[in-house]
């Protein structure tokens, strides 16, 4: 029997969200590091998560305009902060694959690479100070005005059943249309997971004793991570072709991780669909 103990409390989790996103703007103004950035990347996400939510919940006042406006600014700072997660990644999976390994070219080849990619991340970083430094106003504006319209309904409560319901209707409703080749199409396969990534923050705003939507979540994760994997591999693959060509030893190693990492996601997107 679901308890009061085990409803979602929408609102309530949108401003937690906000107090963490504010810290991790702050965070990332001090220190760029790979930590505070995917922080900031993941929340920026979770409140995307939940306008999403509040999008198709009954009974919440309007704020269309105030979403559309938060979501403008959140979608600067999460782009900004993914490309500069992307690259911590990148340089760590590629440290990964000569950890241990003797062989001097594949070596050599992930040391220029590194380099590279290194440079760039530096880039990037201060690209995404920049960004922080002119939004950061405007996102805390922008997110009191959110808050502020939807003040009225701040006690809304959902049992864990209508969570459930909820989350596997949004995620039916926007999951990308499968083609003829959906297991072959690439962005058919990042679409799904970007899908089932805030499908999981909705099915989070369960609290962690409701275990039949926190076990939703959990397999929208195990989706969103495996098709994370493949997606970081397949990228990485692609940059190292062009960098050092077909024939090195790092490109063939990160596209036989790829080609492994693509096998399992398909494994999980049967399951899940």
Known sequence: MT???????????????????????????????????????????????????????????????????????????????????????????????VAGRRLRQLKDD?????????????????????ILKKKQKDLALTLVDLLNALKASENYSLPATELVSITQSWFSNNVPPEPKDSLENPEYLHGVRKVAKLARYIAENAPKQARTPRRLAASFETLQESGGQWHDWMVLAEIAKKKLGGSSPLTKALERHNVASLRAYRKHLREML
Do not use: W
């Not at 309007?62 to 992307?86: N, S, T």
């Not at 992930?110 to 920049?130: G, N, P, T, V």
């Open 110 to 130: 992930s040391a220029k690479l590194c380099k590279d990619l290194e440079e760039e991340r530096k880039q990037a970083a201060q690209k995404l100070a920049r």
């Open 3 to 97: 308890t009061s103990t085990t409803k979602a409390h929408p609102l309530l989790t949108l401003r937690e969200h906000i107090t963490a996103l504010e810290a991790a703007v702050t965070l990332c103004l001090a220190d760029p590091s790979a930590k505070p950035v995917h922080r900031l990347r993941t929340t920026t996400r979770r409140i995307e998560g939940q306008l999403a939510m509040l999008s198709v919940l009954p009974g919440i006042p309007r704020h269309k305009k105030e979403a559309g406006e938060a979501r403008k600014v959140l979608k600067k700072l999460r782009r900004a902060g993914g490309v500069v997660r992307d690259l911590d990644v990148q340089i760590h999976l590629i440290e990964g694959i």
